[in-house]
Nanobody
Framework: QVQLVESGGGLVQTGGSLRLSCAASGRIFGFNVMGWYRQGPGTQRELVAAITSSGTTSYADSVKGRFTISRDKNTVYLQMNSLKPEDTAVYYC????????WGQGTQVTVSS
């Protein structure tokens, strides 16, 4: 089993920054992928950014150049800069090993 604890969401104005953190504990061995997804009002959950255990990163086109994903062992971070109202969503941490695990979600609200 893997447990995920997220933190760092909140309310910010357009152009502001937030940093999300997600600490994973439990059985995480070998190759794995940690990532952030988001789900806005009336939308499907979408991948925002991911990072493998070897450090390879990937980003949604909508956040490239503004968001940066990083990790320190089994903690993953999402630095979000130049935030826009369309970034408003619940952000979920995800870990994929042999199974997938989700965090409880943290609300990010960007006011215009």
């Amino acid at each position: 089993q893997v447990q995920l604890v997220e933190s760092g969401g909140g309310l910010v104005q357009t152009g502001g920054s937030l940093r999300l953190s997600c600490a994973a504990s439990g059985r995480i061995f070998g190759f794995n992928v940690m990532g952030w997804y988001r789900q806005g009002p009336g939308t499907q959950r979408e991948l925002v950014a991911a990072i493998t255990s070897s450090g390879t990163t990937s980003y949604a086109d909508s956040v490239k150049g503004r968001f940066t994903i990083s990790r320190d062992k089994n903690t993953v971070y999402l630095q979000m800069n130049s935030l826009k109202p369309e970034d408003t969503a619940v952000y979920y941490c995800n870990v994929r090993t042999t199974s997938g695990y989700w965090g409880q979600g943290t609300q990010v609200t960007v006011s215009s």
